[in-house]
């Protein structure tokens, strides 16, 4: 029998521990709903000063006025947000307070978005550079925020509101939220 030196096992060795790896990282526990918030259990941090044209002035007391409050990141050339859409439309339409905040936009492109597939938001922020949603630790937009009528940050949703994802965990958060 020939002996095998240890030296030409390390490809197999490598190459092993890799395809584990890579096993672990496909067939392993779904951990993108386990995004970390600082913000969770504490007050929301500040919103715009700026408000999307035509539209009614987003403030830090909206965000403690009493009532759930949802506050979504969105803007105008992102895909994503527009899939969300008419899941925000049917939310506002069952009395959900929805606050938008529109993520590194142009102002005549937010407004128009909001004027030709109807607007679902209570109140606006406009964040041009992007600074107040690094405030809220968003990353990129759509991000949707369960804030409590005190200015609890709830919970933090990193997606589009859309399919399994949005009817397994968002919804039970919400109802949560209004319990």
């Given amino acids: 029998m020939a002996k095998i030196a240890p030296l030409h096992l ?48 987003l403030t830090d007391a909206d965000l403690r006025a009493g009532e759930i409050t949802l506050v979504n990141f969105w803007a105008s050339w992102c895909p994503p947000c527009r899939a969300e859409h008419p899941n925000l439309l049917d939310l506002e339409a069952e009395g959900y307070r929805i606050a938008g905040i529109n993520f590194r936009d142009q102002q005549d492109q937010a407004s ?17 550079r992007g600074r107040n949603a690094i405030d809220w630790g968003v990353t990129a937009p759509p991000e949707t925020f369960i804030v409590d009528g005190d ?18 965990r968002f919804l039970p958060e919400l109802a949560k939220a209004l319990e």
């Fill in 112 to 128: 128009e978005y909001l004027t030709n597939y109807e607007d679902p938001f209570f109140a606006t922020g406009f964040d041009l």
């Fill in 10 to 57: 390390l490809p197999l060795v490598v190459v092993s521990g890799l395809l584990g790896l890579g096993a672990t990282a496909l067939f392993g526990p779904d951990n993108r709903d386990e995004l970390p918030s600082t913000f969770i259990g504490s007050q929301a941090p500040a919103v715009p000063q700026e408000a999307v044209q035509g539209t009614v002035q």
């Fill in 151 to 168: 200015g609890t940050v709830l919970f933090r949703f990193v997606g589009p509101l859309v399919g399994s994802d949005y009817e397994q």
